[in-house]
């Protein structure tokens, strides 16, 4: 279609198209020649080869690294407000024909990158909507994208919830508040299998409560009859209290934050296992350590922990991070023991995770086998394309 104004134009440097060509959606500031035109943050933008043949369509912002997010790779391809409402009703659509995840069961229903939608993610919690908007761009479009939403949801409210450093990394200053509608006065119910627990939309992390995990926890309790457990990092108790309701002989749930424990202990009483579930508050690797000094051991040891690299920058520590507490977690966890480890940073693969693992049986001189290598629901899909958004790895190995 013809612009009634040229684009500004996104010029790349000699051999850095074949990423563009691949489709994925990020091109970084180190691949731009030079920009054409006058362009502001948040702008639409086409951009060309360095022989100036037109490869997409995106958005620009001039103080992230991710310098432009690309939508469209059809040159001709206008990013109008009819292509955010083809791209939220086609995400909307692939949720609705996914098995046992009819309304209103929480799911993720706007999966960023992975539903070409680059920066948004949306989550449904019964009668609510929680939005995380990592790029500028799309901020700027938020109220065209939440008509949209509101249309074909009908929440009760809406809530915006952010994540740390996003303003340094986007230029985007924005806090936690009510969107549309109404909050809910609480914590909200949901189910998650058998079990039930309260997620607080407002103040939890994430968007109040680890959706993608809900497969891996049922999984993972099927390992747990008899079993002592060690859930290291157990937010709200997601693994810990699957285990104990599948028959673990005990747990314990690890988290450094008292009002995350909290609402842990209450969803203990509300689905009946608080007899066989004790809580510690401590940091995962201080915690780990006082157990092996101490001389305690497990059967079974869960490590969850958050996202230890944001950037490609912080990959070399999230490798060491993840090497320090699984080795930790094998100083505690009984020959024959089970061990699920789990990793959220799409910036580490699944083989660099096995890597650090091979370096850990290595180091301790215990075997690892692999049992199950699980990631995450078909409500979080994976663009191949994208790499990054096969970010969830759960391993269930078995340590001699």
């Known amino acids: 279609m013809s612009e009634a104004h040229p684009l500004p134009r996104v010029i790349l440097r000699k051999g850095r198209a074949r990423p563009l060509e691949g489709r994925h959606p990020w091109l970084f500031s180190g691949s731009i020649h030079r920009v054409e035109g006058s362009v502001s943050d948040g702008d639409e933008v086409l951009v060309v080869d360095a022989g100036g043949t037109p490869l997409a369509r995106g958005l620009f912002n001039g103080r992230s690294q991710i310098r432009v997010r690309l939508y469209a790779w059809d040159p001709e391809t206008s990013l109008d407000e009819s292509f955010w409402s083809e791209r939220v009703e086609r995400a909307l659509a692939v949720r609705d024909r996914i098995p046992g995840l009819a309304r209103p069961l929480p799911a993720r229903l706007v999966f960023s990158e992975a539903d070409g939608l680059s920066g948004l993610t949306v989550d449904r919690y019964d009668r609510w909507l929680v939005v995380q908007v990592t790029s500028l761009a799309l901020h700027r479009r938020l109220p065209h994208l939440l008509d949209l939403l509101e249309e074909a949801e009908r929440p009760e409210g809406i809530l ?41 939309l407002r103040t939890g992390q994430k968007t109040g409560f680890y959706l993608d995990q809900r497969e891996n926890r049922r999984r993972v309790a099927a390992w747990g009859e008899g079993r002592r457990v060690a859930d290291v990092c157990c937010y709200t108790g997601g693994f810990g209290l699957h285990l104990a309701r599948a028959g673990a002989r005990s747990v314990v749930g690890v988290d450094v934050s008292a009002s995350t424990l909290e609402l842990a202990r209450e969803n203990a009483r509300l689905n009946e296992v608080e007899d066989r579930v004790s809580w510690a508050k401590s940091d995962a690797f201080r915690w780990l350590e006082g157990e092996a000094e101490a001389g305690r051991r497990y059967d079974l040891v869960v490590l969850d922990p958050p996202r230890f690299a944001r950037s490609k920058r912080g990959v070399a520590g999230a490798l060491r991070g993840y090497a320090r507490l699984n080795e930790g ?72």
């Open 160 to 200: 915006l919830r952010t994540e740390k450093g996003i303003g340094e990394e986007e230029g985007l200053e924005i806090r936690d508040h009510l969107l549309r509608g109404k909050a809910p006065e609480g914590p909200v119910l949901l189910p998650d299998g058998d079990l039930r627990f309260q997620a607080d």
């Open 329 to 400: 977690a094998l100083r505690i966890l009984e020959p024959g023991g089970i061990l699920v480890t789990c990793s959220c940073t799409g910036r580490v693969s699944r083989d660099e995770f096995l890597q650090v693992l091979a370096g850990v049986s290595e180091r301790t001189g215990r075997r690892l086998r692999l049992l199950e290598s699980r990631g995450q629901p078909p409500d979080h899909p994976v663009d191949p394309s994208c790499p990054e958004t096969a970010y969830l790895k759960c391993l269930i190995l078995k340590a001699e």
